[in-house]
């Protein structure tokens, strides 16, 4: 019988559902017992990941091909730490509040050693999934998600944004389920493939 083959994406990205601790939010807050979410069943959510060679972003074909693709004609860079980033304290909070975007949110993490940063996002039955991105992993959040950001215990990220024209940041804090962007959302992710989906318990 042969082995399924390895998902790369996988020594860069990894998910799984949160417990409701409230403990530092810089910690992994796994379930008891571990319960993983596969990138296949985020992608169900609408949140797409890649594995790119970090080290080479400036010539990377495959991030050429990405941007052509789906159109991402803005660039630029944020580096996120008590030292780089002014009013750390107040950003760290105001990014970790339930919020959604109008447009893509697309985070690609060049830099930083170990769990980098998280991003929280709601499934269908409104849990948190945590997905743990590190240097080399790429993420796109759809417009409409609810979700959140944290760096983990390291507390340093440098992340290259990537935007489809002139990049608008506003964050709509929750509730903002009337918006747009929100009912197509529900629409295409949520009302559109409803149930329960298996997941990979750890050993």
């Keep these: 019988m042969v082995a399924p083959e390895k998902d790369l994406r996988e020594e860069v990205l990894q998910a799984w559902y949160m417990d409701d601790s409230v403990d530092d939010q810089r910690l992994p807050h796994h379930r008891e017992p571990k319960e993983f979410v596969?990138?296949?069943?985020?992608?169900?959510?609408?949140?797409?990941?890649?594995?790119?060679?970090?080290?080479?972003?400036?010539?990377d074909e495959e991030l050429k091909?990405?941007?052509?693709?789906?159109g991402y004609s803005y660039m630029d860079f944020?580096?996120?730490s008590p030292e780089t980033l002014p009013n750390y304290d107040e950003k760290i909070k105001n990014f970790f509040e339930e919020h959604l975007h109008t447009d893509e949110e697309i985070r690609y993490a060049v830099a930083g050693s170990g769990r980098i940063g998280y991003f929280d996002v709601?499934?269908?039955n409104?849990?948190?999934i945590r997905v743990w991105v590190k240097k080399g992993g790429m993420i796109v959040l759809p417009a409409g998600i609810y979700h959140r950001f944290t760096l983990?215990?390291?507390?340093?990220?440098?992340?290259?944004?990537?935007?489809?024209?002139?990049?608008?940041?506003?964050?709509?804090?929750?509730?903002?389920?009337?918006?747009?962007?929100?009912?197509e959302y529900v629409e295409n992710f949520v009302q559109n493939q409803g149930g329960d989906h298996a997941i990979d318990a750890a050993a």
């Design 126 to 128: 409104d849990c948190w």
């Design 78 to 80: 944020c580096e996120v």
């Design 152 to 183: 983990d215990t390291n507390n340093y990220i440098k992340a290259m944004r990537l935007f489809v024209g002139d990049p608008v940041w506003t964050p709509f804090n929750r509730p903002h389920d009337h918006l747009p962007a929100r009912k």
């Design 122 to 124: 709601r499934d269908r």
């Design 38 to 59: 596969s990138l296949d069943q985020l992608a169900e959510l609408g949140v797409l990941s890649w594995r790119l060679d970090a080290d080479n972003y400036e010539t």
């Design 65 to 70: 091909k990405i941007r052509a693709e789906r």
